[in-house]
């Protein structure tokens, strides 16, 4: 199997962490790609036709993507468990899907500085995505607490990447100062093997 991916992906590095977890680094290649909205890598398009990453080339089969099927994919093929299952599943499931939804605002906000020209950037628009990174790490400090003790789940591994992508791209707004509860926990998280291999580049 290939995985397309960035280092700098907080999307790809959930990948990659479900990859240390369960034990299947050795059966997965990394191929490194470059692409941006703007100017989408065709090599990653044939892969995946949205263009986006991370997109796993398979064996017996088409090509898979986005994270959260990639994950699924990755959790059922070692029998890792990293779902659970019966009705706690979905509300892993929504765990995920809620730090999904930071990072999509998180990654605009980087895609606004860097890609549309400076003449059209809209503070206000900004200003909304941080809103919605806002409110995710509201919930998840108030709601998901408890879903991220015990054995390692999809959700833990989730918020850990949702995290890590907000020091390294937008640190100077401090979101510690809005999840105190989830700063104390990712302290801890962030020491884990699996996060430490993946951490993103220091630029």
């Known amino acids: 199997?290939?995985?397309?991916?960035?280092?700098?992906?907080?999307?790809?590095?959930?990948?990659?962490?479900?990859m240390h977890e369960t034990g299947q680094t050795g059966d997965v290649a990394l191929v490194e790609v470059a692409t941006t909205p703007a100017r989408p890598s065709e090599e990653l398009r044939a892969q995946n036709p949205l263009a986006k990453l991370p997109a796993l080339a398979r064996d017996e089969g088409p090509a898979i993507y986005d994270s959260r099927v990639i994950c699924g994919y990755l959790d059922d093929r070692a029998k890792a468990g990293l779902y659970g299952t019966g009705p706690a599943q979905w509300e892993m499931k929504t765990l995920e899907a809620t730090c999904d939804g930071i990072l999509d605002a998180a990654v605009l906000m980087v895609y606004e500085g860097r890609v549309r020209p400076e003449d059209k950037q809209f503070d206000g628009w900004v200003d909304a995505q941080w809103g919605k990174v806002t409110g995710g790490l509201a919930a998840l400090d108030a709601r998901w607490m408890s879903h991220l003790e015990g054995s390692l789940n999809i959700g833990q591994i989730a918020v850990g990447c949702a995290l890590g992508y907000l020091d390294f791209r937008h640190g100077p707004r401090d979101w510690r100062s809005i999840a105190p509860n989830l700063a104390t926990w990712y302290e801890a998280f962030s020491t884990r093997p699996s996060m430490v291999a993946t951490a993103p580049p220091s630029h």
């Open 1 to 18: 199997m290939k995985l397309y991916y960035s280092p700098a992906s907080p999307f790809a590095r959930k990948v990659l962490v479900v």
